[in-house]
């Protein structure tokens, strides 16, 4: 793969990595929903170490049904999420795939919390689907 860049809607957070996503992910969970305004939030998990970012982010932390803290990032001046963390993956980053420049290497490998998937929001019935969360590959 060779370079990802992205960007909020204003363009004042930017991002870029060279490395290959650890995960690519559907997540149905209802704050991916609410944060994203749809029935799912397009997610590619990368180690934090790998990926650069500019521009300040203001944050909003939930607490997820695990019991883990679920922190999004967002651009404070536009508004889009960027990315998120995840209390029980430390040093993971989970970019949402809609902010990259050209997001044609995203290509879900599960979907999870298929529990809460809209009926109207119809995916690719061949992934893996997990009612919750799975757990975190090796």
């Given at each position: 793969m060779s370079e990802i860049t992205g960007q909020c809607l204003c363009g004042s957070v930017t991002y870029r990595t060279e490395a290959e996503?650890?995960?690519?992910?559907?997540?149905?969970?209802?704050?991916?929903?609410?944060?994203?305004?749809?029935?799912h939030m397009s997610l590619a998990f990368f180690k934090e170490a790998d990926v650069t970012i500019s521009g300040d982010v203001s944050s909003h932390t939930t607490v997820a049904d695990s019991g883990n803290e679920n922190i999004r990032a967002?651009?404070?001046?536009?508004g889009a999420r960027m990315f998120g963390r995840n209390?029980?993956?430390?040093?993971?980053?989970a970019i949402t795939a809609g902010t990259?420049?050209?997001?044609?290497?995203?290509?879900?490998?599960?979907i999870v919390y298929n529990q809460d998937k809209p009926i109207w929001?119809?995916?690719?019935?061949?992934?893996?689907?997990?009612?919750t969360m799975p757990p975190a590959p090796n």
């Open positions: 996503p650890l995960r690519m992910a559907q997540c149905h969970c209802k704050g991916c929903q609410r944060a994203s305004g749809t029935g967002f651009c404070p001046t536009c209390s029980s993956r430390a040093g993971i980053l990259a420049d050209d997001n044609s290497w995203f290509t879900p490998q599960a929001d119809q995916m690719d019935g061949d992934l893996p689907t997990f009612d």
